[in-house]
């Protein structure tokens, strides 16, 4: 069962996942609890969600695909190393298997993520 929060001040959260339907189900899932949810479909797209300010909290696909010839693990640890004030980030993966640890990351959880251990997750990183 689900846990209802209802946070005091309202965290934006963003999640970035190039697969819309995971993308689109975690946005409703932080929704639903009460957060405020941008999604970003690309390393792009979530730079300039998080140069506009105002993120509390970064949920990042660690495949998510790239250009250039990148390595779908690098693309997403890439956008980490372009931002100078990272948000508490927690990476997502369909991968079972950690990253090398980085002490941006402050969690990890292999897809598909059970809506209970991300919404607890979430919470001790934001106190709500």
């Known amino acids: 069962m689900m846990t209802e929060r209802t946070p005091e001040v309202v965290a934006r959260i963003l999640v ?14 932080l929704e639903a609890a ?3 949810v941008s999604q970003a479909t690309d390393v792009e797209d979530a730079l300039a969600h998080l140069a506009a300010g105002r993120v509390s909290l970064l949920i990042l696909d660690l495949g998510l695909s790239g250009r250039r010839g990148r390595e ?4 997403g640890l890439d956008l980490l190393d372009r931002v100078a004030q990272l948000p508490p980030v927690i990476l ?6 950690a990253p090398t640890p980085d002490p941006r990351v402050r969690a990890f ?12 997750e979430v919470g001790q990183l934001l106190g709500t």
């Open 72 to 75: 779908p693990s690098r693309v």
């Open 16 to 29: 970035v996942d190039d697969d819309a339907a995971v993308r689109e189900s975690t946005a409703d899932i």
């Open 34 to 36: 009460g957060y405020a």
């Open 92 to 97: 997502v993966s369909g991968s079972n298997v």
């Open 109 to 120: 959880f292999p897809k598909p993520v059970a809506p209970s251990r991300l919404l607890d």
